[in-house]
């Protein structure tokens, strides 16, 4: 090329060369780049067996793209017979100076980049943004979940302490119950242990660790709860009574009954008799509820309630 256009003064040279060195395939062929320093882009002409008739050219420049790779565009394509020379030596396709057409295709070309870069800077900035949703979203769901975990962990605590708590109370009312039955226990033991010594004095009821109030019967000398009792108690004899079997079968037991008791004066317990000693009863009268001594008839005393 050098060694023509230094022989060539005074004379328009136009390159063509064959389509086969086209193509770019992202690569600038060295060849055509030179071509198209020269007269701006490059003709590649398509012949077969030299039938000019049907061979068709091509008029192609090459330039780079987003991606720095370099791309063959191309602006016009035709029977080679579509294609002159105008009179000041320019190449027209269609008529057309193939220079016009270059300058839009490269306009074209340039304006296809700015909107790749627009539609890729749109696409990037919807890529952040969704990215920063997406990282929100997560730190909103990571926070969630902390504060979630913490609320658990809390519950899990509160829960343990209740159980702890709960386990506590239990073991302490296990502790009392068994010291209560112990208690009882030692008690009942301890009554049926003094049973007898028990009525040696006339002062106190005899109760057991039940509420039981136990009676001594005069006559046989049994000792039984108050049920087996007609009726008990008087001055100097509040843990004495006469028992039912004596009642129905001793006669001796007659004339004791009939004969008046004596009034007793003995410290208050809400549900002792004043006068004999006998267990006070909720009963019902005329007037209303009342306690009544569980002696009645022989024992009259009564106290509204």
Same mark, same amino acid.
């Given at each position: 090329?050098?060694i023509l256009e230094s022989n060539s003064r005074g004379i328009h040279i136009i390159y063509i060369v064959d389509h086969k060195n086209?193509?770019?395939?992202?690569?600038?062929?060295?060849?055509?780049?030179?071509?198209?320093?020269?007269?701006? %882009?490059?003709?590649?002409?398509?012949?077969?067996? /030299?039938?000019?008739?049907?061979?068709?050219?091509?008029?192609?420049?090459?330039?780079?793209?987003?991606?720095?790779?370099?791309?063959?565009?191309i602006f016009a394509k035709g029977l080679l017979r579509d294609f002159s020379i105008g009179t000041d030596g320019q190449i027209l %396709?269609?008529?057309?100076?193939?220079?016009?057409?270059?300058?839009?295709?490269?306009?074209?070309?340039?304006?296809?980049?700015?909107?790749?870069?627009?539609?890729?800077?749109?696409?990037?900035?919807?890529?952040?943004?969704?990215?920063?949703?997406?990282?929100?979203?997560?730190?909103?769901?990571?926070?969630?979940?902390?504060?979630?975990?913490?609320?658990?962990? $809390?519950? %899990?605590?509160?829960?343990?302490?209740?159980?702890?708590?709960?386990?506590?109370?239990?073991?302490?009312?296990?502790?009392?119950?068994?010291? #209560?039955?112990?208690?009882?226990? #030692?008690?009942?033991?301890? =009554?049926?242990?003094?049973?007898?010594?028990?009525?040696?004095? $006339?002062?106190?009821?005899?109760?057991?660790?039940?509420?039981?109030?136990?009676?001594?019967?005069?006559?046989?000398?049994?000792?039984? /709860?108050?049920?087996? =009792?007609?009726?008990?108690?008087?001055?100097?004899?509040?843990?004495?009574?006469?028992?039912?079997?004596?009642?129905?079968?001793?006669?001796?037991?007659? $004339?004791?009954?009939?004969?008046? +008791?004596?009034?007793?004066?003995?410290? *208050?317990?809400?549900? @002792?008799?004043?006068?004999?000693?006998?267990?006070? #009863?909720?009963?019902?009268?005329? *007037?209303?509820?009342?306690?009544?001594?569980?002696? *009645? +008839? /022989?024992?009259? *005393?009564?106290? #509204? @309630?």
């Open positions: 090329m050098s086209g193509g770019s395939e992202g690569q600038y062929p060295e060849g055509l780049m030179k071509v198209q320093q020269r007269q701006g %882009y490059c003709l590649l002409l398509i012949v077969d067996d /030299t039938d000019y008739n049907a061979a068709e050219m091509e008029a192609v420049f090459y330039a780079q793209g987003m991606d720095g790779l370099w791309k063959e565009v %396709y269609a008529n057309e100076p193939l220079n016009d057409k270059l300058s839009r295709a490269r306009n074209n070309f340039t304006a296809d980049i700015e909107r790749e870069k627009a539609r890729r800077a749109e696409q990037e900035k919807q890529y952040e943004e969704k990215l920063k949703r997406l990282l929100a979203a997560e730190e909103y769901n990571r926070e969630k979940r902390r504060k979630r975990e913490e609320e658990e962990e $809390q519950e %899990y605590k509160r829960q343990a302490e209740e159980a702890a708590k709960r386990r506590a109370e239990l073991q302490e009312r296990q502790r009392l119950e068994r010291e #209560r039955q112990q208690e009882e226990k #030692r008690r009942r033991e301890d =009554f049926r242990r003094n049973r007898e010594s028990n009525f040696t004095q $006339q002062e106190t009821p005899v109760i057991d660790a039940d509420g039981n109030r136990w009676i001594k019967c005069e006559f046989c000398g049994k000792i039984a /709860t108050e049920g087996a =009792f007609s009726f008990y108690g008087g001055r100097g004899r509040i843990n004495l009574g006469t028992c039912k079997d004596c009642l129905a079968n001793n006669p001796a037991t007659v $004339q004791k009954v009939e004969e008046k +008791p004596e009034k007793v004066h003995m410290k *208050y317990e809400a549900d @002792i008799c004043p006068e004999c000693g006998g267990k006070l #009863r909720d009963r019902s009268g005329r *007037y209303g509820k009342f306690m009544g001594c569980s002696n *009645y +008839p /022989t024992c009259r *005393y009564s106290r #509204r @309630i």
